[in-house]
């Protein structure tokens, strides 16, 4: 054994966790020395000040933290339970599966920061704006994925069932279920720190108790140590928990799905059957947006009928071209940062795939990361790049760069190990296979998540707005719920839901457009 | 009533009556099967052959009844496939094995059992198991397992359900050529002494004129049939490919199929 083998072994030696702690300790040995570098700058807290303040608020910070817990945990099981039974009655149902997942994007799409407001009219005092609000934010993530893993089941296994003479329940109990059932576990995997977000959002709009509430006292107050110990506290619990899930999955030996998410409907063979089919979806939201606030007999001053608001926006000028500028202001940071966003989670991930080496040690970063939610980091950003354009650009592209880096690399590690043995027998370069074999493989995980990151992009966007800038679409939601000016709100609401599904079908449209040509074979049903 | 046991008294025999197969939209129609009649007796083992692409897996998926026929209607005795899938009297063996992936071996057969409707009997599994040579792996997950292995575990999953029509689609592509040979001879009194029809795709003439009693050989798209030819050789030793009249044979399914091979390909020219 050569002298630098024996080195090499005996680093190996060297245990797992002994190493991560040595990181781990290097880590907050250079976040203290930068936080008293720039402590005149007020805008990092050290680690010290943390611990500091967690001591000595820790029995506030422990009941806040199990109140909004609690709330999460409840709307994390009523989300889940809805998305789970969505995706089951679009399944069984094919029919309705178009309609389902348009209704089922456009309530995801509601601006949690409009939402909250309306909720807590709703609810009055009380817990039900939090779980409500938690189980809005985690039931599409499952939704999504689990339709997915039931209907992506190869023909091979229809036709085995079929060729017994069974049919779609025995279908369902040998053959769609255990299939979905990882695509499962990555959604509840990603839906735990939403529904931490989720909750933390509804206590933002008015609770007595919990993390939520002690952030806005934080931000008001400009208490840095506070901001920073809240944020940890929350990132660690989601980091914990999505950590928590993706170990249960292993537990139960399950392969991790293959692709995370659907490729978009595909295109109806005459252009007339689209357009019909984006007018029921929309027929039907009205239908149902009036039908259940008459259903539930909601008073007319805060519950606005489609009717109201369409009669709102056509009288009054004044307000319209309010409600106008704020939106173009917001998309005007909304869509640089979405495309920074995505352009740099597929750019990483491509240069990843170039310089293998670096992928070990910036993956699980990125994975731990991306489990953190917005509503944590959102203030400290704006609060390190300032009340500007920056402020917010960055906090949309980060909320959506970290969930693109991942699927990408999913997306590039699907490409067929015989096609990368025909690129190694001709011993091609990096580049060339990257280009010429792994892009066409990691597009259709691109689409994916640029179409995911259209709600992403609105919560981030709204939600820095309302926290920290106080401009655009998001902050004039927030004062015109402070001021109960309803018929502002709804509008609000509705123009979101309507550029969001806009987007989504620009997006959709691309991706067919593209993958027609690249990967056919997604597009096929 | 042991649906089972008295399979050959009644009429088994696959009618098919002006059978043809399109797929596509217009514009873009690709003729699969043209009008085909034709009988296969019950009780038989026929054996399709043909050039790669010439519709033979969807002949056999025409009996099935997982596709309908374009025109034309298949009986198979006096039922429809539909009726015979129905009371699960059918089963195929799939070209790609489509073993379910979170099922072991063992798993994997037993379903066949369960979609059946038959109670479990775990003996019978583990007996087909071992007679497809998978003997040790009945608790192996399908993905630990090479690609003959796992046709071999699809092959003991569609003998699971004692079908009385048995439909194989290559089932034996992965097999070494060892295994092949083996399975070859022990597997098909499986199903002959049960009395139970089997349809056979293959590529491999001599896996055709060592298993079946005819041979029909398909045209390229769509298929229509060439040849019919009738195999006499006795079973047992005269089926030893290495003998006389085996290789007789072969030259005659053979020349049939160079007859009628696509224009364009490799053998013509």
């Known amino acids: 054994m050569s002298i630098a083998e024996a080195g090499a072994a005996g680093l190996r030696a060297v245990p797992r966790g002994l190493t991560r702690g040595l990181w781990l300790l290097l880590v907050l040995l250079g976040w203290e020395l930068l936080a008293r570098v720039s402590a005149s700058a007020f805008v990092i807290a050290a680690p010290s000040q943390i611990l500091q303040h967690a001591a000595s608020h820790a029995g506030l910070l422990w009941r806040a933290f199990l109140t909004t817990l609690w709330a999460a945990a409840r709307g994390f099981f009523w989300g889940n339970l809805a998305g789970i039974t969505l ?5 069984m149902l094919p029919r309705t599966e178009r309609l389902l997942a348009t209704l089922a994007l456009l309530v995801f799409c509601l601006p949690l920061v409009a939402t909250g407001p309306i909720l807590r009219v709703l609810y009055g005092p009380g817990e039900g704006p939090q779980v409500t609000l938690a189980a809005l934010a985690v039931y599409y993530t499952t939704f999504l994925p689990v339709m997915v893993g039931l209907r992506a089941v190869p023909q091979g296994w229809l036709d085995l069932v079929r060729s017994y003479g069974r049919g779609g329940l025995t279908l369902l109990r040998e053959v769609r279920l255990p299939a979905a059932l990882p695509y499962a576990v990555a959604g509840l995997q990603i839906a735990a720190p939403a529904a931490f977000l989720g909750a933390m959002v509804g206590e933002f709009t008015g609770a007595e108790r919990g993390l939520g509430v002690l952030t806005v006292r934080a931000l008001r107050a400009l208490d840095l140590p506070a901001t920073w110990t809240i944020a940890v506290i929350a990132a660690g619990a989601s980091v914990a928990a999505f950590a928590a899930i993706g170990a249960l999955g292993r537990r139960l030996e399950l392969a991790p799905p293959e692709v995370l998410l659907a490729a978009p409907a595909p295109r109806q063979s005459r252009r007339w059957a689209g357009l019909a089919n984006g007018a029921l979806a929309l027929v039907v ?31 009054d000028a004044a307000a319209r071209a309010r409600l106008l500028e704020a939106l173009a202001e917001t998309l005007s940071l909304a869509l640089p940062g979405y495309l920074c966003g995505l352009g740099a989670g597929a750019g990483l991930a491509m240069a990843l795939a170039l310089a293998p080496r670096l992928s070990s040690a910036i993956l699980p970063l990125a994975i731990t990361l991306r489990s953190i939610p917005i509503v944590a980091t959102a203030p400290l950003i704006v609060w390190a790049l300032g009340r500007g354009a920056a402020g917010t650009v960055a906090v949309v592209a980060l909320m959506i760069f970290l969930p693109t880096l991942v699927a990408c690399r999913h997306g590039l590690a699907r490409t067929p190990r015989a096609v990368l043995d025909v690129f190694a027998v001709y011993a091609a370069s990096p580049l060339r296979r990257l280009l010429g074999a792994q892009l066409a493989a990691m597009l259709p995980a691109f689409f994916a998540s640029a179409r995911m990151a259209i709600p992403a992009a609105i919560l981030a966007v709204t939600t820095a707005e309302w926290l920290a800038t106080g401009r655009g679409i998001g902050a004039l939601m927030a004062t015109v719920a402070s001021t109960s000016d309803y018929n502002m709100l709804w509008a609000a609401i509705a123009l ?18 593209i993958l027609a040509r690249t990967n056919p074979e997604q597009l096929a049903r | 009533m042991d649906r089972r046991a008295g399979i050959a008294e009644q009429n088994r025999d696959i009618t098919l009556e002006g059978v043809a197969k ?16 034709l009988v296969l007796q019950g009780g038989r083992t026929t054996a399709l052959v043909g050039p790669s692409g010439c519709g033979k897996s969807t002949l056999l998926r025409l009996i099935a009844g997982l596709e309908l026929p374009s025109e034309g209607r298949i009986t198979i005795g006096e039922e429809t496939p539909a009726e015979l899938r129905q009371r699960a009297g059918l089963a195929v063996a799939f070209q790609d094995p489509a073993l379910l992936p979170w099922r072991t071996v063992a798993g994997n057969v ?18 087909l198991i071992r007679l497809v040579g998978l003997s040790g792996f009945d608790r192996h997950r399908p993905a630990e397992l090479s690609g003959g292995m796992r046709q071999r575990a699809a092959i003991a999953r569609a003998l699971a359900g004692l079908p009385e029509l048995l439909l194989l689609d290559e089932p034996f592509g992965a097999v070494d050529e060892l295994t092949r040979d083996r399975l070859n001879a022990e597997l098909p009194p499986l199903w002959e002494a049960r009395g139970a029809t089997a349809v056979l795709v293959t590529h491999s003439v001599t896996e055709a004129v060592r298993l079946s009693d005819r041979i029909l050989v398909l045209t390229p798209r769509p298929a229509r049939i060439a040849a019919d030819i009738a195999v006499t050789l006795p079973r047992g030793p005269a089926r030893d490919p290495g003998s006389e009249p085996f290789r007789a044979t072969c030259a005659q399914v053979l020349a049939a199929l160079r007859e009628h091979q696509l224009p364009g390909s490799i053998a013509a020219q």
């Open chain 1, 285 to 315: 939201t009205l239908l149902l947006w009036k039908g259940a606030m008459e259903a539930f007999g909601l008073p007319q001053f805060f519950a606005k009928r489609p009717e109201d608001v369409w009669t709102y926006l056509l009288t």
């Open chain 1, 496 to 513: 979101i839901g309507l550029a969001a599904a806009l987007a989504h079908g620009l997006v959709s449209a691309l991706e067919r457009r």
């Open chain 2, 22 to 37: 399109r797929f596509g939209t217009k514009g873009r129609l690709v003729e699969a099967v043209a009008p085909i009649d």
């Open chain 2, 110 to 127: 037993a379903l066949a059992r369960s979609l059946a409707r038959m109670p479990r009997d775990g003996a019978a599994v583990e007996d």
């Open chain 1, 87 to 91: 995706a089951l009655v679009a399944v």
